[in-house]
């Protein structure tokens, strides 16, 4: 491992990686005859720890570069030991099902132990692309409580982190920043969230709100932080609800329940399927479990602050505080 | 893009769902009944079936939506659930199944028997209405889908409307399927007997055209970029090409295909809505009312031709016998179900020109056709050419500047320019800057007919087409057909699988264009 990289060599290799696409007989990339398209609609920084799982983050990666294609700069953080730096250049590329042209985005991975941690904001900046959003996307707990992290998300339009087993303090004051700020702990909400409004679009069910007085979330322990989010979010739109919040060793990530005046609306995820049951008529949609995959997904969709999110994570915290 | 409708509930109550987050949920369908007419159909089994199950599964409907088909055919809703249960299975084209989802949703699937003339099949339809909104808790909500024969529509409406079903605790609209009427007399007589029952605002119109994404598309394109908009016009432009070729025949539809034709079949609702979007006027919101009124005015300012400057600016066309990748392909004479003398347009083009300040002289030429080499639709906007040739022979063609809308297959933008060759002379030659739809957003698109369906269930009618725009086109096409229709031409006058007759190349040659190999 060389223990310096340039960002214009690197950059100077990205260009040769493109030019080499353009070269008449590139049979090893199977585009000689119709080219390749290049797509980029962001930069997206992915810091994580070298684990075993680091190529599982490949797949990831590559998986959403047809939805979201971007320059990616995913960085393996090697740990401690010497100073070391590394960089190579590649990039990948997808037929679209029934087209004629491969479809490529570029990738630098970079390897930095913690002794190169402070070399690389001024390594990653002049990398990212111009005039497009950088995504800073750190999977590495570790990294978080380091000050190389604070440089890193500044550099990018948004944040995400995933605070699952960690305290929301630390999410709430990345977002106190004024940057957008996206939590997987969160995005687990969504279809829960999504489904629960869908019981409320039926007048005579909105009309019922008001009669609604408990509101209880028991949680898988992992689901920690997603069920005080999913509470939070629910007592925005419902004040004064009294609430409970729980983990219970039976429940399948969360159940909601939603009770008052006669009215009774719960939520439950059975395998991959929501079941969701309004005065006692059920309702069953598809749930898949969501991987780093579904959520990226959705979070990349979404480059500005989140008013909705803002509001639940600043309830959540009043909600822990309250509690004690 | 139209909200649902506020709801009252008195001062105490909420009026709007404080769950929502636009920013995060797919627009969500309030709880209603969809009835299908003609639940039995091609339609129903191939399109609307397979576009409810799919928003079905992907969480989009509210938990009480129910379906009622109805048919003459007899039968009891498990063997109705069965039938679109197959249908489902066999026409979702990228949708997993999934039989527990499948489940929940065939709970909602009900059917009633009867014949649409028949004013008891519209009590027992009521009657069935009332028990599915009292055990579903719909709200009263109903949308009727005809996906009938045309002729069947206003005495639907009419069924409806005597048996009180047109006005409910719900909102009440009527989803109608093209065409809308052969003329523009039958098109106002239809819309008078739609009104009789359902207001203006409760008729939707259905043109799957404008559900595509790529057409929604133009819009962003046009009304979401600063650049684009200052070039939009007869000062840059020099013509637009609109193109909707098929490369199939009429696939059985000979009988149906015969009396309508394509100038009416495709020109007169698909290809003037795709013309009016890419040449209407930028609205003042994305409001329902706003971007309709502009697609209305677009087509209102389209010139009616004269009968020289139809025999000059419109070409018609029937395709003959050829034998295309080894397989002999019949003329449309031979096809079943049509006159060995039929005189139908299998293919049709026209040169129309826009009468405002933003388009005036510069031509749109449209042309549609069955047989054609490959299917493709697309808009090519021609730009003039650049004022002076400085490069003299390194000029090459001087090549236009192109820029080209596919709406399919293969969705996307390109934009056409000169650049110079490596090298040491001043060599200019073409290359493409493209954008491809599939590639930067490749998630799943929803078919036009989900997206159309979810509009129509919140109450959003943009991508409906309203009865002054069907008026204004079939203005515009009405005396084309006429004259075609009093002509007898030689047909047939192009090979399948050939890009046409002659006759359309003259009719741009005259102009010094060019029909673009798309």
Redesign the interface.
């Known amino acids: 491992m060389t223990s310096t990289v340039n960002s214009e060599r690197v950059l100077r290799e990205l260009a040769g990686l493109w030019a080499s696409f353009g070269k008449p007989g590139n049979a090893d990339e199977g585009a000689a005859h119709a080219g390749v398209l290049r797509a980029c609609t962001m930069t997206l920084v992915v810091a994580a720890d070298d684990s075993p799982e680091w190529p599982a983050l490949g797949e990831t990666i590559a998986a959403l570069m047809p939805e979201h294609p971007a320059r990616a700069i995913p960085i393996r953080l090697t740990g401690p030991g010497g100073r070391a730096l590394s960089s190579r250049v590649f990039s990948q590329c997808w037929m679209p099902f029934g087209q004629r042209r491969q479809v490529c985005c570029e990738q630098v991975e970079i390897a930095a132990s913690d002794a190169a941690l402070a070399d690389l904001p001024s390594l990653v900046s002049p990398l990212a692309v111009p005039d497009l959003p950088v995504v800073f996307w750190c999977r590495s707990s570790r990294l978080a409580g380091m000050p190389e992290f604070d440089a890193l998300a500044a550099m990018a339009r948004k944040t995400i982190v995933d605070s699952q087993g960690l305290p929301l303090g630390g999410v709430a004051r990345l977002a106190a920043r004024g940057t957008a700020v996206g939590d997987l702990a969160w995005t687990r909400t969504t279809r829960w969230r999504e489904t629960l409004s869908q019981v409320f679009e039926n007048r005579h069910n909105l009309a019922r709100l008001g009669t609604l007085t408990d509101l209880s979330v028991a949680h898988s322990a992992p689901m920690a932080n997603t069920s005080a989010y999913m509470a939070a979010w629910i007592s925005n739109a419902i004040p004064n609800l009294k609430i409970s919040i729980a983990p219970d060793a039976r429940c399948d990530s969360l159940r909601v329940t939603l009770a008052g005046g006669g009215f009774r609306v719960e939520l439950e995820r059975h395998a991959d399927r929501l079941v969701v049951t309004v005065d006692g008529l059920a309702h069953c949609a598809n749930l898949p479990r969501l991987d780093d995959y579904s959520q990226m997904r959705e979070e990349l969709g979404i480059l500005r602050r989140d008013p909705v999110f803002d509001a639940a994570l600043a309830r959540a915290l009043r909600l822990a505080y309250a509690s004690g | 893009m139209g909200r649902?409708p506020p709801?009252y509930?008195g001062s105490?109550?909420?009026t709007d769902?404080?769950?929502?987050?636009p920013?995060?949920?797919?627009r969500?369908?309030?709880?209603c009944v969809v009835v299908i007419f003609g639940a039995n159909g091609d339609l129903t089994r191939r399109k609307l079936m397979p576009a409810l199950y799919r928003l079905?599964?992907?969480?989009r409907l509210?938990?009480?939506f129910a379906v009622v088909g109805i048919s003459r055919t007899p039968l009891s809703d498990d063997r109705f659930r069965a039938g679109m249960l197959d249908a489902v299975k066999r026409f979702s084209e990228d949708t997993t199944f999934?039989a527990?989802?499948w489940?929940?949703f065939a709970e909602g699937l009900f059917y009633v028997a009867g014949d649409i003339n028949d004013a008891g099949l519209y009590q027992r339809l009521a009657a069935r209405l009332a028990e599915i909104e009292s055990a579903?808790?719909t709200?009263g909500s109903v949308m009727f889908y005809l996906s009938t024969q045309p002729s069947q529509y206003a005495s639907a409406a009419r069924g409806l409307g005597a048996a009180g079903l047109g006005k409910g605790e719900?909102w009440r609209r009527l989803v109608v399927e093209k065409p809308f009427g052969q003329d523009l007399a039958s098109a106002r007589e239809l819309s008078d007997g739609l009104h009789e029952v359902f207001d203006e605002s409760g008729v939707y119109r259905i043109d799957h055209y404008l559900g595509k994404e790529t057409v929604q598309n133009i819009l962003a394109f046009r009304f979401g970029n600063g650049i684009f908009e200052p070039l939009w016009n007869r000062r840059y432009v020099e013509h637009v090409q609109i193109a909707a070729a098929e490369s199939i025949g009429v696939e059985g539809r000979g009988a149906y295909y015969q009396e309508t034709g394509a100038l009416a079949d495709m020109i007169q609702n698909h290809l003037l809505q795709v013309m009016a979007t890419i040449a209407m006027e930028p609205s003042a919101s994305f409001h329902a009312t706003s971007v309709r009124d502009e697609r209305s005015k677009l087509l209102r300012s389209i010139r009616s031709m004269t009968s020289d400057e139809i025999r000059r600016d419109s070409v018609p066309g029937q395709y003959g016998p050829a034998r295309i990748g080894g397989q002999d392909v019949p003329g449309f004479r031979a096809e079943p179900g049509v006159r060995p003398d039929s005189q139908t347009d299998t293919y049709a083009a026209a040169t129309f020109f826009v009468e405002n300040w933003r388009w005036a002289g510069v031509p749109f030429y449209v042309r549609t056709g069955k047989r054609l080499p490959k299917r493709v639709t697309e808009i090519a906007i021609r730009f003039n050419p650049a004022p002076l040739a400085i490069f003299g022979s390194g000029d090459g063609d001087r090549s236009p500047n192109l820029l080209i809308v596919r709406i399919q297959?293969?969705e996307g933008i390109s934009l056409k320019f000169l650049s110079k060759r490596p090298g040491s002379g001043m060599d200019l030659r073409p290359v493409s800057m493209?954008f491809?739809y599939?590639?930067?957003?490749?998630?799943r698109s929803p078919s036009a007919y989900e997206t159309l369906l979810v509009d129509a269930m919140i109450g959003d009618p943009t991508l409906y087409t309203r009865q002054d725009m069907v008026e204004a086109s079939w203005s515009v096409v009405e005396p084309i057909r006429n004259m075609w229709r009093e002509t007898r031409f030689d047909f047939p006058n192009y090979d399948a699988g050939s890009w046409g007759p002659a006759a359309a190349d003259e009719m741009l040659a005259r102009r010094g264009h060019l029909w673009r190999r798309p």
């Open positions: 649902n709801c509930f105490t109550m909420p769902n404080p769950f929502q987050d920013l995060r949920f797919e969500q369908v309030p709880e079905a599964y992907d969480r509210a938990a009480g999934d527990d989802v489940r929940s579903r808790q709200g719900g297959p293969e493209d491809n599939g590639s930067s957003f490749g998630e």
